[in-house]
DNA sequence: CTGGTTGTTCGATAACCATCGAAGTTTGAC
DNA sequence: GTCAAACTTCGATGGTTATCGAACAACCAG
């Protein structure tokens, strides 16, 4: 069987997106950065945005701005095995929002490495 | 004398705009109303936004809720007589963040008078 | 100068949110 | 079966935010 039982998220079907909802997801330094690595690097399981894009929180942390930004439907999980991939809504998002994901993820700044 | 002494509100410059502040300034679904109306009716002053935007909050929150698109960049306000001036800064934001504000303010759902 | 219009500032309050650590669940490896 | 890996959930905590009413300041019209 796939998936945690517990994980009981709703991602919003592309024409239920909400505006204020997306925008809210987008405005956190941390969910913007994890956004934007998804959306350069593809498909990516947790642990490896969280490292890669620096990400300084812990795991649980982490795990609840996920939350967010698939209940926003900026995200989508898949669950293989142990491990949870995370992708870019682009195609919905591009349908409910035409031209708003591109212009945030061509205006975000470069990451930075955080020491 | 122009302007309210009290008033210290600092709008930043075009290429110190940051992009989660204005994302969060827009994230609220009442100050996103009122961006709207700016953006299709032009220069307002306040209480035309409150009234015939419809919103449903005191004149003290609407001036917050004015102060913090002011702070992030979105809005810009003109002091003449007693009245308060606001425009949608579009050029500086089109020049931060192409595409943005027009991919928001086209997505944005149409007003919808409350009762 | 006296009101009335226009908007800001100041507390105060209640709701929300980011964060953590600890405990729990599912999966894969041995 | 046992143990580690990979996340999630829960409860608590501290910080931020939206909201209001009351008081204030600048301006305009008599």
Redesign the interface.
């Known amino acids: 069987m796939l998936g945690y039982v517990t994980d009981d998220v709703v991602e919003p079907a592309a024409e239920d997106m909400q ?3 997306v ?2 997801a ?4 941390n969910r ?1 950065a994890a956004v934007r690595f998804v959306a350069h690097n593809g498909e990516s399981w947790c642990a490896q945005v969280m490292e890669q894009a620096m990400l300084p929180m812990t795991k649980s942390t982490f795990s609840h701005h996920l939350r967010i930004l698939r209940e926003a439907g900026v995200l989508t999980k898949r669950i293989q095995g142990a491990r949870g991939y995370t992708t870019l809504r682009k195609q919905d998002l591009d349908a ?5 994901i ?3 993820i ?4 470069v990451l930075q490495p955080r020491v």
Do not use: Q
């Open positions: 505006l204020p909802r925008l809210a987008l405005a956190d330094p913007l409910r929002f035409p031209g708003l591109d212009s945030i061509a205006a975000a700044p």
